[in-house]
C-alpha cells in the first residue's frame, strides 16, 4: 500500500487528463504549504476483465507499463515546480481500496472527476464518490471542466494502444 505520511498530500493518478489537473493542483498547493506529493496509481492484473492485462500476459508486464506511464507523468508535473517533492507510488488494488488506504494517513487526498453516471456520480465519478463517503482526511476533487481542451485531446490514448478505463 502507500507510504504516505501523516502530512502528505495524496493524489489518484489514471490515464485521464483531468487526474494530472488534480496532481497539478496537489503540487501547486504543496508548493504553497511545504507539503509532500505521492501521486498513486491503483492497478490490479485481471485478464478476464481487462483487455489490456490479458494482452500485456503478466502482472510485471502490466505493473512495469503503470510505472512508467506514472513516472512519466510525474516527471512532467515535477518540472514545472521543481522545489516541491513528489513521489510516484503504484498500488495493486482497486482505486477505492488503495485510496481509502492512503487517506488513512495524508492531510488530503486530491482526485479528479470524470463526470459520468448518476447523481452525485454525475458529478465526481464512483471512485471519488466512494473517497468522499470513506476517506480519513479531506477530500478535494478537480472538476473534469477544469481541463483545457487541447489536454483533453492530448490525453486521448495512442493509436493502437489499449488502456483500460480511468481507475478515478
Known amino acids: 500500500m502507500t507510504t504516505a505520511n501523516q502530512g502528505d498530500i495524496v493524489v489518484g493518478v489514471d490515464h485521464s487528463a483531468v487526474s494530472v489537473a488534480a496532481l497539478r493542483w496537489a503540487v501547486s498547493e504543496a ?3 511545504g507539503r509532500q506529493v505521492v501521486a498513486l496509481r491503483a492497478w490490479s ?5 481487462d483487455l489490456g492485462a490479458a494482452v500485456a500476459g503478466s502482472p510485471e508486464t502490466v505493473a512495469d507499463r503503470e510505472r512508467r506511464q506514472l513516472d512519466e507523468v510525474v ?7 521543481p522545489g516541491v517533492a513528489v513521489r510516484a507510488e503504484l498500488a495493486e488494488h482497486s482505486a477505492t481500496v488503495a485510496l481509502e488506504e492512503a487517506s488513512k494517513t495524508a492531510a488530503m487526498l486530491v482526485l479528479g472527476s470524470h ?18 463517503r470513506a476517506a480519513s482526511c479531506p477530500v478535494v476533487v478537480i472538476p473534469a471542466r477544469t481541463v483545457p481542451e487541447p489536454e483533453k485531446e492530448t490525453a486521448a490514448e495512442p493509436v493502437g494502444s489499449y488502456y483500460p478505463g480511468p481507475l478515478l
Open 45 to 49: 492484473f485481471e485478464p478476464v476483465a
Open 31 to 33: 508548493a504553497k504549504s
Open 115 to 132: 463526470g459520468h453516471g448518476r447523481l452525485l456520480k454525475l458529478l465526481v465519478g464512483s471512485v471519488a464518490e466512494h473517497c468522499l
Open 75 to 81: 516527471g512532467a508535473v515535477r518540472a514545472e515546480h
